[in-house]
């Protein structure tokens, strides 16, 4: 079965400390790494899909990269606003399996 | 472009009892899953529906159980509530085939006593 493992757990950054998420997985092949980005009390709101290794997006101040074993979302300068929990997934639209995410607090 | 729609936002169920929750998908979308996220977890795949059909299963018992409509809405019903269902449940709408995201709604929060 495929598994998501998100690392940290919790990350606190002051505003413009850059820092990255992990997103390591366990699949019998890989179909799709999806990223959301979920804010409290809301459903996740899509923000990457990566395929293959190699394969780098980038939106505004986040950048996600993708390797055969992991992802990692990097977040440049961030600002309070970024503070939200990162998902990572992976599968495809018939069947999508999410890590636990990470919570990141951005202060100001 | 109305997103997905989820009713009720909140809901607060007794042990044993019944409860139907319901999900209008994106317009354009006819591929509905729906996962159950308790509380510091990631969001777990219960089932997807298409063409009024369960197509896929995540490991919940029988408990929980789903409908699709013509008009691609859905329902999900879970009989003789746990305090451990008490979670957010998340409707995700896409197009079947389409190598995108899902697009979720807010879903609703159920509290089971």
């Known amino acids: 079965e495929d598994q998501v493992t998100q690392s940290p757990e919790a990350l606190r950054l002051q505003e413009g400390e850059s820092s990255s998420l992990n997103c390591s997985y366990t699949v019998s092949g890989l179909r799709g790494l999806f990223w959301y980005r979920q804010d409290p009390g809301k459903g996740p709101e899509f923000l990457f899909t990566l395929y293959s290794a190699g394969e780098e997006k980038e939106k505004e101040r986040l950048k996600a990269t993708l390797t055969k074993k992991e992802s990692f979302l990097h977040i440049t300068a961030p600002k309070p606003e970024d503070s939200a929990t990162y998902l990572c997934?992976?599968?495809?639209?018939?069947?999508?399996?999410f890590g636990a995410g990470t919570r990141l607090t951005v202060k100001p | 472009d109305a997103g997905v729609t989820q009713s009720p936002t909140h809901l607060i169920k007794t042990r044993g009892q019944q409860v139907t929750l319901r999900c209008s998908p994106k317009?354009?979308?006819?591929?509905v899953s729906w996962y159950q996220q308790a509380l510091g977890q990631g969001p777990q795949f219960i089932f997807q529906?298409?063409?009024?059909?369960?197509?896929q299963r995540g490991n919940f018992p029988d408990r929980f159980s789903g409908h699709q409509f013509p008009n691609y809405s859905s329902e999900l019903n879970v009989n003789a509530l746990l305090l451990g269902d008490s979670a957010l449940y998340l409707c995700?709408?896409?197009?079947?085939?389409?190598?995108?995201?899902?697009?979720f709604g807010s879903g609703t929060r159920l509290t089971v006593v």
């Open positions: 529906y298409y063409e009024e059909e369960e197509r």
């Open positions: 317009s354009g979308h006819d591929t």
């Open positions: 995700a709408s896409s197009f079947l085939g389409q190598a995108r995201g899902y697009t």
């Open positions: 997934a992976v599968g495809d639209n018939n069947d999508m399996r």
